[in-house]
């Protein structure tokens, strides 16, 4: 009786994987542009492959992720010019 109940935590624990995937793969192709279903997919048939799918495909122009992205670049004119200015 203790076989099964080692086989249905293990099948737990690999089914909160998938599932948690699929959430990961999701979120990540909403942020490209590609909208929540495309990702669902993914993540439902490729498990945790799917999420080194949607880091490899390239965003849409006008997706959160390329507003992300360069929004991080910040511009070199607008730094300040010591640390003394920068703490006042």
Same mark, same amino acid.
């Given at each position: ?5 080692? $086989?249905? +935590?293990?099948? !737990?624990? &690999? !089914?909160?994987?998938? &599932?948690?995937?699929? $959430?990961?793969?999701?979120? !990540? ?7 929540? #279903?495309?990702?669902? +997919?993914?993540?439902? &048939? !490729?498990?945790?492959?799917? $999420?080194?799918?949607? &880091?490899?495909? /390239? =965003? ?5 992720? #390329? *507003? *992300?992205?360069?929004?991080? #670049?910040?511009? +070199?004119?607008?730094? /300040? =010019? ?7």
């Amino acid at each position: 009786m203790t076989v099964i109940s080692a $086989i249905g +935590a293990n099948a !737990l624990f &690999l !089914l909160y994987a998938w &599932l948690a995937s699929s $959430i990961i793969a999701s979120y !990540l192709s909403n942020k490209k542009g590609y909208g929540e #279903k495309p990702g669902l +997919a993914t993540g439902l &048939l !490729l498990s945790a492959a799917a $999420i080194v799918v949607w &880091l490899v495909v /390239p =965003a849409k122009a006008d997706s959160d992720w #390329k *507003r *992300r992205k360069s929004s991080r #670049k910040a511009p +070199a004119d607008k730094a /300040p =010019a010591d640390k003394a200015d920068a703490v006042d």
